[in-house]
């Protein structure tokens, strides 16, 4: 790689600029702009070093107003040679993950839709997640449709018993007898390789063939599945040979399912793009042996004037890079600007490849209206959302628009289980992922003003810590006296005064606010006191959901205390698998020997049975 630096400031002028540019080679590269603060504004690829960076400077290119506010901030324009169009694409990119440029195009994909995760651990669990994480794991997806991730579950579990369990299966202690097979193993869900009952070589097999599915590559597992049947046949194993008959038909059923295409049609990729002046909208279909065992929609927002078979070349290699796809053939609606190493485009223009073809850009066109549709719609609920909080401003004479509201609740039936709630509003909408329940410690009995204390002064001194955001407003559920006592916690923040706060006592719908003993009342039709108790009945619910489960909880939990022969160890392992009473009634003694051992087990049934 060879390094060249073309301008250092804007003293050039713009004649003298073009003429460096124009002194670039013509050959393959990566090119990057700078600023006078040597910040990186964009990182940009080419076959044509010269041919490409001149571009921005002369011809209907220079005069697009989005290029000309990128022309402008630069200060300084370096770049690096490659050896081809496939290695400039791999740096490029590199480098744009690496910097993150701002006038680089931003892919917006579809990353709350599940995964199924292959856990990168000894004895690998399968299960679905919406976080990618770089842990080591294998993840395919993503899947648009939830219904998929349940059937591809429900066939693995059907086809293979593995374990759910989160113990870490280490071989000393499988060998040493340190754990005990749960309820899964007589289900027949699982077949205890915790207790070395299933070879790790076997569980390895099953996940392999999993891994087979899971990329579509069914036909080979189907292969494997039969020569084992007939293995068994041979060796007069008859039930054993039933057992995987019965996996191949139902891995059968399922693949007749999934083909849409000729099944000739073995490991492509689909990409349909449609532009459009300020973004682009992509969709990406995998299909393995006539079957599109992946799909996926990503939006492109353009920071300049991009052409489309650039924007098409980057989203390719950046897909199939994030989603592990080897595929030897990419079906795309026009050729891309640079060649991909050992991969052959095809523009098809008839047959079973052009069906694929139309069917992504179908759905790259869903998928545009859906974003349209979803903006508008956003837009709107926005527009009424800051009416609402401009009306809740004006009738509490709040200082600022109330953008980030919190409103806290405390629950307790006659002094037990005293718990609280917090929720969180912002723009008017609830944030679920950032409510929270509290554990009351501090009070013995029922305290609502020292219960109010306490947790307003965890929550904030916590935020404070954790540098968090503080809220506009706080809402208390109560009046006078639980809010001086959140006043008071807010004091001895010395946070007073940087947020407002006011109690909504429920009798009456009054609202408190600080140093004033007279309440407001607002207009039970308005827009101000509904959005308020709505607010104040959420907190209300998940106090109490919260209460009634830890309540429910320690009232099984207590049940147990009495009973002959069951110890608090033999409580928590019990509990750790069934905490309702009347399902456990179900158990047999099996299971609760198998569960709590012998002696316990047996206590535990006949207590139970006496029940």
């Known amino acids: 790689m060879e390094q060249f630096e073309v301008a250092k400031n804007h003293d050039y002028i713009m004649s003298d600029l073009i003429e460096l540019v124009r002194k670039l080679p013509q050959k393959p590269g990566v090119y990057q702009f700078f600023n006078s603060q040597e910040e990186i504004l964009y990182v940009g690829k080419a076959k044509n070093l010269r041919k ?27 770049y690096i040679l490659v050896e081809n169009e496939s290695d400039a694409l791999l740096l490029e990119n590199n480098l744009i993950k690496e910097y993150q440029p701002r006038y680089n195009i931003l892919l917006k994909d579809d990353k709350t839709y599940p995964w199924l995760c292959i856990k990168n651990e000894r004895f690998p669990r399968i299960f679905s997640t919406r976080n990618y994480l770089n842990d080591g794991s294998e993840y395919f997806g993503p899947y648009t449709s939830g219904l998929m991730v349940k059937t591809l579950m429900e066939l693995v579990r059907q086809l293979f018993p593995l374990r759910t369990c989160k113990i870490l299966l280490l071989e000393e202690h499988i060998k040493k007898g340190k754990y005990q097979k749960c309820l899964e193993f007589h289900l027949g869900n699982c077949k205890a390789p915790c207790e070395g009952l299933q070879k790790e070589s076997e569980y390895t097999d099953s996940i392999n063939q999993i891994r087979e599915i899971l990329k579509g590559n069914i036909h080979h597992v189907l292969q494997h599945l039969k020569g084992l049947m007939e293995q068994f046949a041979q060796q007069l194993k008859f039930e054993q040979a039933q057992i995987v008959k019965n996996k191949v038909l139902l891995l059968d059923k399922f693949k007749n399912k999934s083909t849409i295409v000729n099944p000739r ?62 595929a030897p053939e990419i079906i795309v609606p026009i050729l891309p600007e640079i060649q991909i190493k050992e991969v052959k485009y095809v523009v098809p223009l008839r047959g079973e490849k052009l069906k694929l073809l139309q069917l992504s850009l179908r759905n790259a066109v869903a998928f545009k209206e859906d974003v349209l549709q979803s903006k508008t719609i956003e837009k709107a609920r926005f527009g009424l959302n800051d009416k609402i909080l401009q009306q809740l401003k004006d009738d509490l004479r709040l200082p600022k628009l109330p953008v980030n509201i919190e409103c806290f609740d405390n629950s307790n039936i006659q002094g037990t289980n005293p718990v609280a709630s917090c929720v969180v509003f912002k723009q008017g909408k609830p944030m679920k992922s950032e ?8 009070v013995i009995g029922p305290d609502d003003f020292t219960s109010m204390a306490e947790i307003i002064l965890r929550r904030y001194k916590r935020l404070l810590e954790e ?11 109560g009046g006078k006296g639980q809010l001086s006592a959140a006043v008071k916690s807010l004091k001895e923040l010395n946070v007073y005064g940087k947020m407002a706060i006011i109690g909504i006592a429920k009798r009456l719908e009054e609202i ?52 002959p022969g069951i110890g608090e160890k033999s409580r928590y392992k019990i509990l750790s698998v069934e905490s309702d009473l009347q399902k456990l009634r179900n158990f047999s003694k099996v299971q609760l020997i198998d569960i709590l051992g012998k002696k316990a087990g047996e206590a535990l049934f006949l207590y139970l049975k006496k029940e």
């Open 512 to 563: 408190y606010v600080p140093d004033d003993s007279i309440a407001l009342y607002l207009n039970k039709n308005s827009s101000s006191l509904r959005f308020i108790q709505r607010i104040r009945d959420e907190a209300h619910r998940f106090g109490i959901a919260f209460h009634r489960s830890k309540r429910s909880h320690e009232q099984v939990e207590s049940a147990f205390i009495n009973i």
């Open 467 to 477: 540098h968090g955001e503080l809220p506009d407003l706080i809402i208390v559920d």
């Open 435 to 442: 409510y929270r329940h509290f554990n009351v410690k501090s």
């Open 265 to 326: 049609i073995s490991n492509v990729d689909v990409f349909g793009i449609i532009d459009e002046p300020d973004a682009a909208y992509i969709n990406f279909l995998k299909v393995v042996e006539g079957a599109v065992v992946m799909a996926q929609n990503a939006q492109i927002i353009k920071r300049t004037d991009e052409d489309v078979r650039e924007i098409l070349v980057s989203v390719i290699f950046d897909l199939r890079k994030r989603y592990q796809s080897g």
């Open 52 to 78: 490409r960076v001149t571009s921005y400077f002369t011809g209907s290119r220079a005069q697009s107003y989005k290029n000309v506010a990128l022309i402008k901030k630069i200060a300084n324009i370096q």
